[in-house]
C-alpha cells in the first residue's frame, strides 16, 4: 500500500513526548524481586537496566524512538481492510527492537512492544460511540508457515496479539488463519514481487470462530500491507463482518 492510497487521520502526534513511555505502566512487586535476581534488558540495545524501570528501554533508546504523525491509516476503498493502526516508524531503535524480536530470540520484545504503543492507540481501538467499549470480538495474528514457526522457536504476531488480548479484554485466537505454502519472506521481495507473492497462501481454518465477528488483524510491520490484505481477504471469504488491523510500526518505502 502506498502512501498517495493511505487517507492519513488529522489527529497530529507529532509532539508527544517519549517521556509518556516511561508512564504507561508500573511494576509489581513479584516482578521487581524478579528483577533483583535477573536484571531487565533494554529492548533495543541489550544492557543492563535499573531493576526499577517501569519499561525495558533506556533512556538513550528511547529519545530516538521514533512516532508516526498519525496513528490511524485507511486503506483503499475496495480493500478487506477497512483502517491501520500503529504507533511507530519502523526506524531507529524500534526497528532494532522489532529486528531482535524477529531473528535475536528475545521474545519478550513483543509484550514490551506492545505496553509502548498500546496508550497511545487505545482511543482508536474502543468504540466511537461508547468509549469503554472495545469494537472487535476477537483478535488474530497473521500466521507463520508451521517449518519456519519451528526453526524461530515462535510466532512474533502470535505474541504481540497475546500482550494486545491482556490489554484490550479481548480473546486473541491462534491457529483459526493459517498459511498453507512456505513462501519467501516479504522484507527480501521488491514491491511488484510483494503483490503476487502471497496470492492463495492463507486460508482460515475454523471458519466458524470467524463469522459475523470483527476482527482485529494483528502483524510486527506493515509495509506495502500486502500481508494484511491477503490474510484480510481470507477472513472476509471466512465471513468476517470486518477486518482492521494493529501493527507495531510502518516502514515506508517508494
Avoid: W
Amino acid at each position: 500500500m502506498n502512501k498517495a492510497a493511505m487517507k492519513r487521520n488529522k489527529e497530529d502526534s507529532t509532539n508527544v513526548s517519549a517521556e509518556v513511555l516511561m508512564q504507561t505502566r508500573r511494576i509489581s512487586k513479584a516482578e521487581y524481586f524478579l528483577r533483583l535476581l535477573f536484571p531487565a534488558r533494554c529492548i533495543c540495545c541489550d544492557r543492563i537496566l535499573p531493576f526499577d524501570i517501569p519499561l525495558e528501554i533506556c533512556d538513550e533508546c528511547k529519545k530516538d524512538i521514533r512516532f508516526l504523525r498519525n496513528f490511524e491509516h485507511i486503506f483503499p476503498a475496495g480493500s478487506n481492510i477497512r483502517k491501520v493502526y500503529s504507533a511507530f516508524e519502523y526506524e531507529g531503535n524500534v526497528r532494532e527492537a522489532i529486528h531482535r524480536l524477529k531473528f535475536g530470540e528475545t521474545p519478550h520484545n513483543a509484550s514490551v512492544l506492545v505496553d509502548l504503543s498500546f496508550p497511545f492507540l487505545e482511543s482508536f481501538l474502543k468504540n466511537e460511540t461508547f468509549k469503554s467499549v472495545m469494537k472487535y470480538d476477537i483478535i488474530i495474528p497473521t500466521p507463520l508457515h508451521p517449518r519456519r514457526k519451528r526453526q524461530r522457536g515462535y510466532n512474533q504476531s502470535e505474541l504481540i496479539a497475546s500482550r494486545l488480548s491482556y490489554h484490550m479484554n479481548v480473546p486473541a485466537l491462534k491457529g483459526v488463519l493459517v498459511k498453507k505454502i512456505n513462501t519467501p519472506p516479504q522484507s527480501r521481495l521488491g514491491r511488484g514481487e510483494r503483490l503476487i507473492n502471497l496470492v492463495g497462501v492463507f486460508s482460515v481454518k475454523k471458519p466458524g470462530l470467524v463469522k459475523g465477528r470483527r476482527i482485529l488483524l494483528v502483524d510486527d510491520i506493515m509495509t506495502t500491507g500486502s500481508t494484511l490484505e491477503h490474510c484480510a481477504k481470507a477472513l472476509k471469504n471466512a465471513g468476517a463482518a470486518y477486518i482492521d488491523a494493529y501493527v507495531v510500526a510502518i516502514r515506508h518505502r517508494s
